[in-house]
């Protein structure tokens, strides 16, 4: 038996936010983020519609990009003294994600962050409020999905917290708020969100219900993500309804290795300043990861079904002249948006990056910790290849220096 979870209600299309007009409650907190949300407007309108509907409403803000465990536990204080029967978390995957795992600790009180950790063993929610996600940018989905992602920055490790009980009640769905993604934002975002599909429709868990919303989600970020980066409005707004719909697809086929190798090294050197934000680093290994499980003949005819729909190979070609196809043109598409292929030119020079980069010294140094944590990843165990601890470092490697799959 499987399970296909989504949000009760997912209200779409610009002019969506108003649906929090309609929410019956007595008080609400929003989670919110850096400024971008306040700076546009957006959160004065989520709390007057708020208002209007006659709740009391709170506002918990600065919440930092990658979210920290400590940063959780602060939220989830302040939704304790307040007693919100409604969290609304609005902005990017961050401020979404952390309220995700506030909502946990708020609920019970005496829950750890490893408890939290465990995965598919939370308790059931909604025992006091319920959770509505409203996304601002185009990549996470975190507004539809089961996971949250927190770092513990004292062990530079991104934690997934993965369980139905957290697939909010209410996604809000609004292309307007996407408009103020800055172009870097649209590139990493929308990487993220291809990664998602692809990573979805080649999971051991993929399934008739995920299948489709993974294919037209790809069908659509290849036809629109680099108009949107290019600031095509249109594009941009079809883009925030193709992430979604990999999210959906995510959700409840699950991911892979891509993910479990971003989320150990993106926070892994963070005490050099080289924060490897997540998006670039989907970008960067998902031209590696296909190559990699294109070895399983199953992962391999799937990507050739990928292939067939983008139409960006001959439909009789072979499977593996398929695979080649799909890592040229994710490649193509890194370069289009100004993403580096590898671990080593992220930051450089020719990369602006305000993060800086990772010294080949260190990495290597920080290698075997890195793979373990990987392979130990809640996302690897629905990869259709599942690598071994040395196959993960060379995995790793590739990812550095930019070298063929050969393994």
């Known amino acids: 038996m499987a399970r296909f979870t989504l ?3 997912i209200y779409h299309g610009k002019g969506a936010l108003e649906a929090l007009k309609t929410f019956e409650g007595k008080k ?35 919440i930092e990009p990658d979210p920290s465990v400590e940063t959780v536990m602060k939220g989830a204080e302040a939704m304790s003294k307040f007693q919100p029967d409604w969290i609304v978390a609005i902005g990017g995957g961050s401020p979404i ?29 909604r025992t006091k409020a319920k959770f509505c996600a409203i996304s601002s940018t185009s990549g996470t989905a975190t507004e539809v999905t089961a ?17 139905f009980e957290i697939t909010p009640d209410v996604a809000i769905v609004d292309p307007e708020l996407a ?6 934002l649209v590139a990493h975002t929308g990487m993220d969100a291809i990664t998602h599909a ?10 008739d219900y995920t299948d489709p919303l993974a294919i037209h989600a790809i069908e659509m970020i290849q036809n629109d993500l680099v108009k949107s980066y290019n600031g095509d409005m249109d594009a941009r707004d079809r883009m925030h309804n193709a992430q979604c719909l990999a999210g959906m697809a995510f959700s409840n086929a699950l991911l892979g290795i891509v993910h479990s190798m971003a989320h150990k090294t993106g926070a892994a050197f963070e005490d050099l300043g080289a924060h490897i934000i997540h998006g670039a680093a989907n970008a960067m290994y998902l031209p590696k990861v296909v190559a990699f499980n ?21 439909k009789n070609a072979s499977d593996d002249d398929k695979v080649k196809a799909l890592i040229a043109y994710l490649r193509k598409m890194n370069d289009d948006l100004k993403i580096p292929h590898c671990i080593k030119n992220y930051g450089a020079d020719s990369y602006p990056c305000e993060q800086g980069f990772v010294p080949e010294k260190v990495f290597l140094e920080r290698l075997p910790e890195i793979a373990k944590n990987a392979i130990g990843d809640a996302c690897t165990g629905s990869n259709p290849r599942q690598p071994s601890q040395k196959e993960m470092e060379e995995l790793l490697k590739c990812c550095y220096y930019d070298t063929d799959v050969n393994f």
């Open 7 to 9: 949000p009760r209600d």
């Open 97 to 125: 994600d952390a309220a995700k795992a506030m909502w946990i600790k708020y609920e019970y009180p005496n829950t750890t962050f490893e408890d939290m950790c465990k995965v598919f063993g939370l308790p059931k929610l």
């Open 294 to 314: 294109a070895k399983d003949p199953t992962a391999k005819k799937r990507y050739g079904v990928i292939v067939d729909y983008m139409g960006i190979a001959d």
């Open 179 to 184: 408009h103020t993604m800055p172009q870097k």
């Open 147 to 163: 996971f949250s992602i927190i770092t513990n920055y004292k062990d530079r490790i991104k934690y997934p917290i993965a369980d």
């Open 28 to 62: 609400a907190m929003i989670c919110v983020g850096g400024g971008s949300m306040k700076k546009f407007g957006f959160l004065d309108k989520a709390k007057s519609y708020l208002e209007e509907a006659g709740m009391e409403v709170e506002i918990f803000e600065g």
């Open 198 to 207: 692809v990573e979805a429709y080649v999971s051991t868990a993929n399934c």
